[in-house]
């Protein structure tokens, strides 16, 4: 069956450090890859995509992505934190013959400490 | 251009009770999604639309929730009779092709 895994539910970094949210996928097909954020008190809200082509993807707010085949993983990085960033993060995946439904990990929540 | 806005924001009821829930999608999309996130658990699909056609609705957990999409506009989740497992954050998304799907804030759903 298809799954995401995030590693670490929860993740806490100084502001400035790096931001490194790591999501990993299991699928025989190719899929379309997606960071979606969730601040508090918000919805969800599409960070950055992969789908085709350039395998490291550049989103909103500074964090980028790469898309690694053969670690079947599209981590999350961001070079230096900010407060503003500490919110929940979902890693998703979709899949063409499956509807582009979105299969989900169970989130990381980011703490940013000052 | 308006978002995906869904209604309510809240809802409290008892169990046994029946609460229907609304999704506005962004206009011109035909792509209508509904999603599902209880407490310490992954967000899990429910169901698609494609204009007022039921896609796929492999996620609906059991036949006390029922969807529509009245002439492939809103629409609506409704659960009846709520029971204490249905509390979560439903969500809805819409797209309009198959590739990125924009969310709602989403209905916060408590079943006492």
């Known amino acids: 069956a298809q799954s995401v895994t995030q590693l670490g539910s929860h993740v806490s970094v100084s502001e400035g450090a790096l931001v490194l949210l790591r999501c990993n996928y299991s699928?025989?097909?190719?899929?379309?890859l997606f960071w979606y954020v969730q601040y508090p008190n918000q919805g969800l809200q599409l960070l950055l995509k992969?789908?085709?082509?350039a395998t490291l993807v550049k989103g909103i707010n500074g964090f980028e992505a790469e898309f690694k085949k053969s670690e079947t993983s599209f981590h999350l990085t961001k070079p230096s934190a900010h407060m503003s960033d500490a919110a929940e993060y979902f890693c998703?995946?979709?899949?063409?013959?499956?509807?582009?439904?979105?299969?989900w990990g169970l989130g990381t929540s980011l703490a940013v400490n000052p | 251009e308006a978002g995906v806005t869904q209604f309510p924001s809240h809802s409290v009821i008892e169990k046994g009770q029946t609460v229907t829930l609304r999704c506005d999608p962004i206009s011109g999309h035909d792509n209508l999604y509904w999603y599902r996130r209880v407490m310490g658990k992954e967000i899990k699909f429910l169901l698609h639309?494609?204009?007022?056609?039921?896609?796929?609705e492999s996620g609906m957990p059991n036949n006390r929730f029922l969807a529509e999409r009245t002439g492939g506009t809103y629409s609506t989740l409704k659960v009846q009779p709520a029971e204490l497992e249905d509390s979560g954050v439903y969500f809805c998304?819409?797209?309009?092709?198959?590739?990125?799907?924009?969310f709602g804030p989403g209905t916060r759903l408590l079943v006492l």
């Open positions: 699928s025989s097909v190719p899929p379309y």
């Open positions: 998304a819409s797209s309009p092709d198959w590739e990125t799907q924009y």
């Open positions: 639309f494609v204009k007022e056609s039921k896609q796929d």
């Open positions: 992969y789908t085709t082509g």
């Open positions: 998703a995946v979709s899949y063409a013959g499956n509807n582009r439904k979105l299969i």
